[in-house]
């Protein structure tokens, strides 16, 4: 049983790290004295990350879960090492003591993928009957 209850421990703990870092990166991608390139990868982040919408949904089985298992933690790992590290150090401690946003620019972003996938499948649904 410890072993189980130890795991679940990392595993909040690394949960509480990865939403620091999310709040980090929401403020790099909006802080002037971060490199445009180290902005453009946090800002996308973050914006996914904080969205209320996934990309793929989690309802669907094993897949739904893959964005929120991989390709964040893959954003935060790129994101956090195009920062400035004595940047990021300030970030991460502004962002200890903050609430987590919600991105409405995810929403958005995350909506016009939808969006696109939508016109496209019917449009080649249309040409095939």
């Known amino acids: 049983m410890s072993g189980i209850g130890a795991w679940i421990d990392a595993a909040k703990a690394w949960a509480k ?11 790099a991608a909006r802080d002037n004295r971060v490199p445009l390139g180290a902005k453009l990868a946090a800002g996308a982040t973050a914006a996914y990350a904080l969205s209320p919408v996934d990309l793929i949904p989690d309802v669907i089985p094993v897949i739904g879960y893959l964005d929120d298992l991989v390709i964040v933690p893959l954003g935060i790992l790129l994101a956090v090492r195009l920062v400035p590290q004595a940047l990021m150090a300030e970030f991460r401690r502004t962002a200890a003591g903050m609430t987590k946003p919600i991105s409405k620019s995810g929403l958005v ?3 016009a993928i939808w969006l696109v996938c939508l016109i496209l499948a019917v449009t080649w649904l249309w040409g095939a009957f």
């Open 109 to 111: 972003f995350i909506l």
């Open 17 to 27: 790290r990865l939403k620091r870092e999310i709040v980090a990166l929401w403020l």
